[in-house]
């Protein structure tokens, strides 16, 4: 046998074919994280602006015209409205103009990420200075002085996130990507539902009674996880059913390259490029991320959005399993064929 005909022994066309997409994802990988995070810089960030009347109109249009637009501006009426629309995730921050004196108060809130927080208060310490104003800063929603950079809630949702795949590969791996009819179909999501509970419960009580990073409910965060580790693990699930082993590489490719750069957990969404922060929402880490951070920091606010985006990919991948699994009537596919796998003794068996 000549060398060509070991190679072509060694790695069959599928294997190669398999081996070019784990490369295209690996590159994807890369240009995603170093696209969302090589340069984060404020972009149109939410902004309230308090301050008397005659004057609030012009500082709104200052601070809109700053240079790369780093700022949304908006009047507000009150400090109180100022404080409320934060804490109800509306604004991300609010300077407060003193009509007596030179200092302002600059409210922003460090649990939404401190990167952001920071940011603000140099920008705005920038701006005021230059009028000959100085700031002071009020931080309206900090973060835990064990949540380092508020980055708690993101890595806890992305454990969720990996649980999720994870489980639902072995399921693959262990038993065919695709369910050989509805009741296995049926099986599979009570095994990730229950996998789902366990994680959601185990996370939250490692990220708050045990570590102490992050404060708010604990059976808040735990049925968020629940949901996040459910809706990650049946998405897979129907990819898998769906496009078989390379689901779990599309798996990848939209929990992973996609959802982890923009879930805005190492830079707020508004430090990251356009295009990850118009797809982070609608991701599950994404909105994962914002429900974890609203349940410890916000008072649970602004979390509806988040939780349906979550059962959208819930529901989504529970239905898609179960509609193909019918089409597999008493284990045959649409040709009449018995689906096959080999069995321990060689032979095979029904998926």
Not at 7 to 34: C, D, E, H
Not at 131 to 136: K, L, N, S
Not at 291 to 312: E, K, M, Q, W
Request: aromatic fraction near 6%.
């Amino acid at each position: 046998m000549t060398f060509v005909d070991e190679v072509k022994n060694a790695v069959t066309p599928r294997a190669a074919l398999l081996v070019i997409g784990v490369l295209g994802l690996q590159l994807l990988f890369i240009a995603s994280y170093v696209g969302a995070l090589h340069k984060p810089k404020p972009t149109d960030v939410a902004f309230g602006v308090v301050a008397p009347q005659q004057m609030s109109q012009q500082l709104v249009a200052q601070l809109d015209g700053l240079p790369g637009g780093p700022l949304d501006p908006r009047t507000v009426s009150s400090e109180a409205e100022a404080r409320e629309q934060i804490m109800n995730r509306e604004i991300d921050g609010a300077l407060i103009v003193s009509p007596q004196g030179r200092t302002d108060t600059l409210l922003v809130a460090s649990g939404g990420g401190t990167v952001l927080s920071s940011a603000l208060e140099h920008l705005l310490t920038q701006v005021e200075g230059e009028q000959g104003r100085t700031v002071r800063t009020v931080d309206v929603a900090p973060a835990s002085a064990d949540d380092f950079d508020g980055l708690s809630s993101f890595y806890l949702v992305v454990g969720w996130c990996v649980g999720g795949y994870l489980c639902a590969s072995i399921l693959a791996i262990s038993a065919g990507t695709k369910p050989a009819n509805r009741q296995r179909a049926v099986i599979r999501t009570s095994v990730m539902a229950l996998y789902a509970i366990a994680g959601g419960i185990g996370g939250a009580a490692i990220i708050g009674p045990v570590l102490g990073a992050l404060p708010g409910s604990f059976w808040g965060l735990a049925g968020l996880g629940a949901l996040v580790v459910f809706s990650v693990g049946m998405t897979t699930l129907a990819l898998e059913a769906l496009t078989g082993i390379v689901g779990i590489g599309l798996a990848v490719l939209i929990i992973v390259v996609a959802g982890n750069p923009s879930a805005g957990g190492a830079f707020p969404l508004p430090m990251l490029p356009d295009f990850w922060r118009a797809i982070g929402p609608a991701l599950p880490p994404g909105a994962g991320t914002w429900v974890a951070r609203s349940i410890a920091y916000f008072r649970g606010n602004a979390v509806t959005g988040p939780l349906l985006v979550l059962s959208a990919w819930a529901v989504a991948g529970t239905a898609l399993p179960l509609l193909l699994s019918m089409r597999r009537r008493d284990g045959r596919d649409d040709k009449g064929v018995e689906a096959a796998a080999p069995s321990p003794s060689g032979g095979s068996t029904a998926v």
